[in-house]
C-alpha cells in the first residue's frame, strides 16, 4: 500500500467525493486510514495529493508544500465565491473595452500579484473564525471580518485573452455547474447566471473576455481570490472561470 498517493480529481467532485471513489477502485485501501492534503473547490480539477496510513500524521508537512495552477478568468462578471459557482454580485458591459486595450490593463498590474502580499480568505472558504468556517457566516447572511494571511507567488505568467460569446458561456456554466453534487446552492446560482446571460443588450450580444494564466505559489493562496482581486485593480469585475492543479512539490504526474 502506497502512503502517497497523486489522485486526479475531477470537476465537480470535492476532494472527498475523489478520495471515496479511489477507495471503490481500490479494495487493499477500502479500510486505511486516509486524508487529502490541501483542498481544491468543487469546480478546480487536478492533483489531490492524498495521505494512507501512517502518512497521515505527517499531513502538516504535506500541506505546506508549494503548488501550481493552469486557470483562466473571465472579465465581465464577479460572483460571492470568485468563481462560476456563486451569486453574481456584479457585472460589467464591456462594449467600451477592446481586447488590446484589457491586455495591457493585465499586463500592467501582475506585479501587484507576485512575490510575497496579504490576501484575504474568501468568505466562502472553510478558514475558521471563532470556530466556524467562515462560509458558514456567509451562508446565514451574517457579517464577520475576513481574516488576511500572507501569500508568495514565486511567478504570474500571462498567455493571451479570446473572446467567448453569451451563448458558449451560459453553455459552459450549465455543462459544470450540472457535475456538482451536493448543496451548492446550484438552482439559485444558475437562475442568477440565465438571467444575466439572456439580456438583449448590445454589450452581451458581442461577447465577453477570457484570459488564461499560469501561477507558482506557496501553500495557502487561493487563485480565485487573485482573480477577484486582479478585476478589482483593473476596474472590471472578475472571476475564475477555471482552475486546475498541475503540482504540488515535487509531484505533477498523477499515479492514479
Not at 107 to 131: A, C, E, I, R, W
Not at 213 to 218: A, E, T
Not at 239 to 248: E, G, N, P, V
Request: charged share 30%.
Amino acid at each position: 500500500m502506497k502512503k502517497i498517493l497523486l489522485l486526479n480529481k475531477k470537476e465537480g467532485e470535492t476532494p472527498l467525493e475523489a478520495l471515496e471513489s479511489f477507495r471503490k477502485k481500490n479494495k487493499e485501501y477500502k479500510d486505511a486510514k486516509m486524508t487529502y492534503a490541501g483542498r481544491l473547490d468543487p469546480l478546480a480539477s487536478g492533483l489531490l495529493l492524498v495521505l494512507a496510513g501512517d502518512a497521515v500524521h505527517e499531513k502538516e508537512k504535506y500541506l505546506k508544500l508549494s503548488k501550481e495552477y493552469k486557470f483562466s478568468i473571465l472579465f465581465g462578471f464577479s460572483t460571492d465565491t470568485y468563481d462560476i459557482l456563486g451569486k453574481v454580485q456584479h457585472s460589467y458591459i464591456l462594449e467600451n473595452v477592446g481586447m488590446s486595450e484589457l491586455e495591457q490593463k493585465i499586463k500592467k498590474n501582475l506585479k501587484f500579484f507576485t512575490g510575497k502580499f496579504m490576501q484575504s480568505y474568501p468568505m466562502y472558504s472553510s478558514k475558521t473564525v471563532d470556530g466556524k468556517p467562515l462560509f458558514s457566516y456567509a451562508r446565514a447572511g451574517k457579517k464577520v471580518k475576513n481574516p488576511e494571511h500572507e501569500v508568495n507567488v514565486k511567478s504570474l505568467k500571462f498567455f493571451g485573452i479570446e473572446k467567448i460569446s453569451r451563448k458558449k458561456l451560459l453553455e459552459n456554466i450549465e455543462r459544470r455547474i450540472a457535475k456538482v453534487k451536493g448543496d451548492f446552492r446550484q438552482k439559485e446560482i444558475l437562475k442568477i447566471w440565465r438571467k444575466n446571460l439572456s439580456v438583449q443588450h448590445s454589450g452581451l450580444n458581442r461577447g465577453f473576455f477570457v484570459a488564461d494564466f499560469h501561477i507558482k505559489c506557496g501553500s495557502g493562496t487561493y487563485v480565485r481570490a487573485i482573480a477577484d482581486s486582479l478585476g478589482e485593480k483593473i476596474g472590471v469585475p472578475a472571476l475564475a472561470l477555471s482552475i486546475k492543479r498541475t503540482k504540488i512539490g515535487k509531484w505533477s504526474r498523477i499515479e492514479k
